[in-house]
């Protein structure tokens, strides 16, 4: 009784974005859009992109050698030199930074590192918090963390699950404001693992929701150009758990916060 959307692989290659929704009186509209040939530019770009990326790590090594070269051999740089080489280096880390996420997004999306194992989301959520307490405390941030008392065990990687709640929590602690609060909730909902990560922040334009879980996209607010990084973060979170079959969106009203969300299936007993 519910409207639906979802990515439908067909028999013969194609994939259709297809939505489905009731109407009183008639019954269901099915609308079947063929993405095939976008899916495909996809797959190109994410190619390109990760070989580009390891291609450009070898001339990083070589720069960040130099620097260190450099401090080494000319300790008494003046003050303008010195500056530079901190930024030299400041540079080559940043693009190292965006030159790991870009593989390590590469390697989620070709699937090469989910070997399956038994994983208990408790623990998981619970080191994540862990590593981000201390930097909330520092911003004035209050963690809130609400689980259900049992959680079953989903079936994955922990270590990429373990990403996705970091990436989502990082960036609720980065948006929400001195004296917000940031609530990260695990839930058993309609037979499946929900993970949310609710924030107090500023909140998303519906406008700009569509392409968040897009590669390199920005929402461009006044409010939060500041803040914004590369793009990536919840391009990964897409990758990693659609690759665990669950799906993954985000509820926003500007000015109230956003709560980002996701949803696992539960491992059964034979499993």
Request: hydrophobic share 40%; glycine share 10%.
């Amino acid at each position: 009784g519910q409207p639906q959307a979802d990515e439908v692989p067909w028999a013969d290659g194609r994939t259709f974005e297809a939505s489905l929704a009731p109407v009183p009186g008639v019954g269901s509209v099915a609308v079947l859009h063929d993405v095939t040939h976008f899916k495909e530019l996809n797959r190109m770009k994410s190619e390109f992109v990760a070989t580009v990326s390891h291609d450009l790590k070898s001339p990083l090594t070589v720069i960040y050698g130099y620097v260190d070269l450099l401090k080494e051999t000319l300790p008494d740089l003046n003050q303008a030199a010195a500056e530079s080489l901190e930024e030299i280096a400041s540079s080559a880390q940043r693009m190292r930074d965006l030159i790991t996420t870009l593989l390590d997004l590469a390697q989620i999306e070709s699937g090469l590192d989910l070997a399956a194992q038994p994983c208990h989301m408790s623990l998981i959520i619970k080191d994540v918090l862990r590593s981000y307490r201390l930097q909330a405390q520092d911003k004035g941030v209050e963690f809130e963390l609400n689980m259900d008392a049992d959680l079953p065990i989903v079936k994955g990687h922990p270590v990429r699950l373990g990403q996705a709640v970091a990436n989502l929590a990082g960036n609720a602690l980065k948006y929400t404001p001195v004296g917000g609060r940031v609530t990260v909730s695990a839930l058993v909902r309609d037979g499946g693992l929900l993970i949310q990560v609710s924030d107090t922040g500023p909140g998303i334009p519906l406008s700009k929701q569509a392409g968040l879980f897009g590669k390199f996209y920005k929402v461009g607010a006044r409010e939060t150009a500041a803040q914004e990084g590369h793009g990536l973060g919840l391009a990964i979170v897409k990758s990693v758990v659609e690759a665990h079959g669950g799906r993954v969106w985000v509820e926003s009203t500007v000015g109230h916060g956003s709560t980002f969300s996701f949803s696992l299936p539960i491992s059964t007993e034979e499993e």
